[in-house]
């Protein structure tokens, strides 16, 4: 499949089947995905995958520290308000979402639990945590950025979906302990993973793209 074929087919999945990925496919995707550029060859991405019996137990985690009341508290500044045009586009992608799952707008219950499966991993058999050391700041962000593309595609070549989450940042001291990080590391965004419930309502969301004039600027 060509590049340009798998970045057609790839899209946010939020539904999955009760099948884990074979261990050997995981290790050549993540293999294939330490390929990735980074600024100076640093490669800052440590990742932590994690499946079967030890996802559940962290999912509960998660989920009761959602629910305790607690203010997110990232290692990352995720405190950015969109405005003008990107508070649009995300409005919109809110639209195709929760309009594929038949949730009205004024539905606030409905969208809060829907909001909660982030944390439930959409019940999809693995979860990747994104995490990098903290002084990195920005420069490592870019950094992970490019390996998470890298790996979204690699996960598409061999027909595995998944949806990145910037929600699996927001409570990090309950995954930090579970899986015994170094203070000086921090999460930057998680990801579900698995294979697609093709008859789940969810995922029939589709977002749109802005048109080639509105994005990149040729000169000379």
Same mark, same amino acid.
């Given at each position: ?6 970045? %057609? ?15 050997? +496919?995981?290790?050549?995707?993540? +293999?294939?995905? %330490? ?5 100076? =060859?640093? %490669?800052?991405?440590?990742?932590? *995958? ?22 997110? =508290? ?20 809110? =639209? ?12 606030? %219950? ?34 992970m950025g490019i390996y998470a593309q890298t790996l979204a595609l690699l996960m598409t070549e061999k027909g595995i979906s998944c949806c990145f989450q910037g929600a ?33 309502? *969810?995922?029939? +969301? ?15």
């Amino acid at each position: 499949m060509s590049l340009m074929a798998l970045l %057609q087919k790839r899209f946010s999945v939020r539904a999955f089947l009760d099948k884990p990925v074979p261990e050997e +496919t995981l290790a050549e995707i993540f +293999t294939g995905a %330490q390929l990735s550029p980074s600024n100076c =060859n640093v %490669q800052p991405w440590q990742i932590y *995958v994690v499946s079967g019996v030890e996802k559940d137990k962290l999912k509960d985690k998660l989920v009761e520290a959602v629910m305790s009341g607690k203010e997110p =508290n990232p290692d990352f500044d995720w405190k950015i308000r969109y405005q003008g045009i990107h508070r649009d586009r995300q409005f919109g992608s809110a =639209n195709a979402l929760y309009s594929s799952m038949g949730i009205e707008r004024g539905d606030k %219950q409905a969208r809060l639990t829907a909001m909660l499966r982030n944390w439930m991993f959409f019940d999809a058999p693995h979860a990747a945590f994104f995490t990098m050391e903290k002084y990195l700041n920005i420069m490592g962000a870019v950094d992970m950025g490019i390996y998470a593309q890298t790996l979204a595609l690699l996960m598409t070549e061999k027909g595995i979906s998944c949806c990145f989450q910037g929600a699996l940042g927001q409570f990090p001291d309950p995954v930090r302990a579970f899986l015994n990080m170094p203070e000086d590391r921090g999460i930057l965004f998680g990801m579900s993973f698995g294979y697609a419930d093709e008859n789940a309502p *969810v995922n029939s +969301t589709r977002t749109d793209r802005e048109p080639l004039e509105s994005a990149v600027s040729f000169i000379g």
